[in-house]
């Protein structure tokens, strides 16, 4: 049910990816003609960064005619093409240099269309709070301009967002409010579009019969406005419906319409141009199928879909369809080939994850570069508008000089006198403006100096900040790298012990080494997670999902997976919360501060022992008490206590590894979910870590 809704959500996207994003832009095969006879337009698609100084040149060279939108549609050009080739960041910088000549312009609908533009942005790359307010602004602005067409995207990209937001209502009235914009527009085909949304809208509240309505009609249209079946643009729409509405009838218990549909998806898109659209089309196909539980015809498809996006290198795609083909392969109780793509998914998966971070890297140097071209023009226009100045102030004080020349000419005969006194004065003012002049130039070499001394400083903390994040980066990879044979290693235990459970034969000493294999292994992978955790919250990238949480179920869970350690050790691991009230937090990384807060205690307590775990409610928290009978911590390592890296004075009594950052991110962690930890012990007396996590009521 879990792959399942996630399937909802990713046809959800797909919708939007392909078709929001083609939504909010302006035409722009008129401009592209007017910059091919003075600019490859083709290179700039593969490089489309540029600096001011090249771009100052450009708009000089090809902008004869003075449209006064030239430079913000370049600019908007960029964007969109930085937007193509998945530089986010650089793609916003460009659409906020076009958005600034709205403040020296006339309102019109080109900026409208910017606008939506970087929302769409914003909304693939996850900030849907910005891209809710481009979207708005932009609705305003059309509706000043009576922009009808515009005004109709704007509803549909905000329906999107509160489809996101499951604010389905809302959702509704924003879909409609669109489709009756373009009803009244008369244009079908965008009709249509707006009835794959309310479709989709109906999918996601499970009103299934609704959904098909909606798909049927919009395929009616695509397919009535197709006259030429080469047309790429409705055989992709209709393979997609097809697809959709397999989906719907699978969900409706109907296997045999779903799967028609989707043999009939299956055959459009063997007509499709577009060897990326056609391998996604066909991926979608071969999971309806698969739902429908044709497994082997699904399995067919997805040798094919492997070829293809092998062959061009669709790693999203490839590592889809790998997962596709172990859950097949499962189907079919195939367990060795089931292993075998689960294993080949979390490698290709670990490709992309890696590639998305090196992406990242370089549209994090590209934005760099781009927001400082910008401020080096304004720093270039500013100092142009203080020569001006200066240059002005020069005129008006020669002027001023050659007024007073001509006074002291006529007045040389009765000035002679006072004009030698004045000259004697002025030789002394002479001297003094050399000695000035002298202690300029040597304030002048001191500065010099001081700014070499700050260039070498910062350079030095350049070069320790790049040598801190190649450690972490290297630390994440090595990670992620043993994450993958480790749950290999995992899963085959599981295999282990299911085929030991259906032989019917129980080896204890085969048994006893695979829990130990798990065991270990368990223990392994939490400190895997604990690095990357470490490594996400430097790198401000966790992700914090809180809910209503039952922390009696986790704690079991806990005991349950750590039970045969404990029982190696004779200690007792008891359960007092009885029956405590549910808390407010991440639900996983909940369970990873109480899992490292229980395995500390097993660790560090002795054999013949028991750690207790203890509840009370504290006004608005639930304060969680972990208790062992250990060795106790000195004061002195109380007050590191929480510190990354830290090694204490007592030792494991069971000889066990540390890390030495596990309480470090407990702390990060629980004030992340706005909690608290802390720590009372006394040598030979034990260890007392409470936790104090928000009440969810």
């Known amino acids: 049910?879990?792959?399942?809704?996630?399937?909802?959500?990713?046809?959800?996207?797909?919708?939007?990816t392909f078709s929001s994003f083609s939504q909010g832009t302006i035409d722009v095969e008129e401009f592209k003609k007017a910059l091919e006879s003075n600019l490859d337009l083709d290179q700039l698609k593969k490089n489309p960064v540029l600096d001011m100084e090249r771009s100052d040149s450009l708009f000089e060279s090809i902008n004869k005619g003075g449209d006064s939108l030239f430079e913000p549609k370049f600019y908007h050009l960029l964007g969109k093409l930085n937007a193509e080739k998945g530089n986010f960041a650089v793609?916003?910088?460009?659409?906020?240099?076009?958005?600034?000549?709205?403040?020296?312009?006339?309102?019109?609908?080109?900026?409208?269309?910017?606008?939506?533009?970087?929302?769409?942005?914003?909304?693939?790359?996850?900030?849907?709070?910005?891209?809710?307010?481009?979207?708005?602004?932009?609705?305003?602005?059309?509706?000043?301009?009576?922009?009808?067409?515009?005004?109709?995207?704007?509803?549909?990209?905000?329906?999107?967002?509160?489809?996101?937001?499951?604010?389905?209502?809302?959702?509704?009235?924003l879909f409609n409010d669109?489709?009756?914009?373009?009803?009244?527009?008369?244009?079908?085909?965008?009709?249509?579009?707006?009835?794959?949304?309310?479709?989709?809208?109906?999918?996601?509240?499970?009103?299934?019969?609704?959904?098909?309505?909606?798909?049927?009609?919009?395929?009616?249209?695509?397919?009535?406005?197709?006259?030429?079946?080469?047309?790429?643009r409705f055989q992709i729409q209709i393979t997609k419906l097809n697809n959709e509405l397999g989906f719907c009838f699978y969900r409706q218990n109907k296997p045999e319409k779903a799967i028609l549909y989707a043999d009939s998806a299956v055959l459009f898109s063997e007509q499709i141009e577009s060897n990326y659209d056609r391998a996604s089309l066909l991926y979608q196909a071969a999971k309806v199928?698969?739902?429908?539980?044709?497994?082997?015809?699904?399995?067919?498809?997805?040798?094919?879909?492997?070829?293809?996006?092998?062959?061009?290198?669709?790693?999203?795609?490839?590592?889809?369809?790998?997962?596709?083909?172990a859950d097949c392969f499962e189907a079919q109780k195939n367990y060795e080939k089931a292993i075998e793509y689960a294993r080949k998914s979390h490698q290709m998966k670990d490709q992309i994850v890696n590639d998305r971070m090196a992406k990242k890297l370089a549209d994090e140097r590209l934005s760099f570069q781009v927001m400082t071209n910008r401020k080096l023009l304004k720093m270039a226009e500013k100092e142009n508008e203080l020569k001006s100045i200066e240059l002005k102030a020069q005129e008006r004080?020669?002027?001023?000089?050659?007024?007073?020349?001509?006074?002291?000419?006529?007045?040389?005969?009765?000035?002679?006198?006072?004009?030698?006194?004045?000259?004697?004065?002025?030789?002394?003012?002479?001297?003094?403006?050399?000695?000035?002049?002298?202690?300029?130039?040597?304030i002048k070499k001191q500065q010099e100096q001081l700014s070499q001394a700050n260039l070498k400083l910062q350079k030095k903390f350049t070069e320790i900040e790049e040598m801190d994040d190649e450690k972490s980066?290297?630390?994440?990879?090595?990670?992620?790298?043993?994450?993958?044979?480790?749950n290999s290693i995992l899963g085959l235990c599981d295999l282990l012990e299911m085929e030991e459970a259906d032989s019917g034969e129980v080896n204890p000493d085969r048994k006893r080494y695979i829990e130990l294999i798990k065991e270990s292994g368990g223990r392994m992978l939490n400190m895997i997670n604990t690095l990357l955790n470490a490594r996400k919250i430097e790198s401000q990238q966790l992700d914090i999902k809180t809910e209503e949480v039952d922390v009696n179920l986790i704690l079991e869970k806990i005991i349950s997976e750590h039970r045969p350690w404990s029982k190696r050790k004779s200690i007792n691991i008891i359960n007092e919360l009885k029956t405590p009230p549910p808390v407010l937090a991440d639900k996983f990384l909940f369970q990873q501060v109480l899992e490292n807060l229980v395995t500390n205690a097993i660790k560090y307590s002795p054999i013949n022992s028991s750690v207790k775990v203890v509840s009370e409610v504290n006004d608005r928290f639930l304060a969680i008490k972990v208790i062992d009978n250990g060795p106790g911590i000195s004061r002195d390592d109380q007050q590191r206590l929480f510190t990354k890296y830290q090694r204490l004075s007592a030792q494991p009594t069971g000889g066990e590894d540390s890390i030495g950052i596990g309480l470090s991110l407990v702390k990060k962690l629980i004030e992340l979910m706005d909690g608290s930890v802390s720590c009372t012990s006394e040598l030979g007396l034990g260890s007392t870590f409470q936790i104090n996590i928000p009440l969810a009521t």
Do not use: C
């Not at 049910?1 to 939007?16: E, R, V």
């Open 1 to 16: 049910m879990k792959k399942l809704k996630k399937y909802i959500l990713f046809l959800g996207l797909f919708w939007w």
């Open 91 to 173: 793609s916003i910088e460009y659409f906020n240099t076009a958005e600034e000549y709205r403040k020296e312009t006339n309102l019109r609908d080109f900026f409208v269309h910017n606008l939506l533009d970087r929302g769409n942005v914003y909304y693939k790359n996850g900030d849907f709070e910005a891209a809710e307010k481009d979207y708005q602004t932009a609705l305003s602005l059309a509706t000043t301009l009576n922009d009808e067409a515009s005004r109709a995207i704007a509803f549909n990209n905000l329906g999107l967002l509160e489809l996101h937001r499951k604010n389905f209502d809302l959702a509704s009235g």
């Open 178 to 232: 669109a489709l009756s914009i373009r009803k009244k527009l008369n244009d079908p085909f965008l009709v249509a579009h707006s009835l794959t949304y309310l479709a989709m809208l109906h999918f996601h509240q499970e009103q299934f019969e609704s959904a098909i309505s909606y798909y049927l009609q919009a395929k009616d249209v695509y397919s009535t406005l197709q006259k030429d079946k080469r047309d790429q």
């Open 289 to 325: 199928i698969f739902y429908a539980k044709e497994t082997q015809k699904a399995l067919e498809i997805a040798y094919k879909i492997n070829g293809l996006a092998a062959e061009y290198h669709f790693k999203d795609i490839l590592q889809k369809n790998y997962d596709l083909m």
């Open 397 to 442: 004080i020669s002027m001023l000089m050659g007024i007073i020349a001509l006074i002291a000419f006529l007045t040389v005969g009765s000035l002679f006198y006072s004009n030698r006194q004045k000259m004697k004065v002025n030789q002394k003012l002479l001297e003094t403006n050399k000695l000035i002049e002298t202690q300029n130039e040597e």
């Open 473 to 486: 980066h290297l630390l994440s990879i090595v990670a992620h790298d043993l994450r993958t044979p480790l």
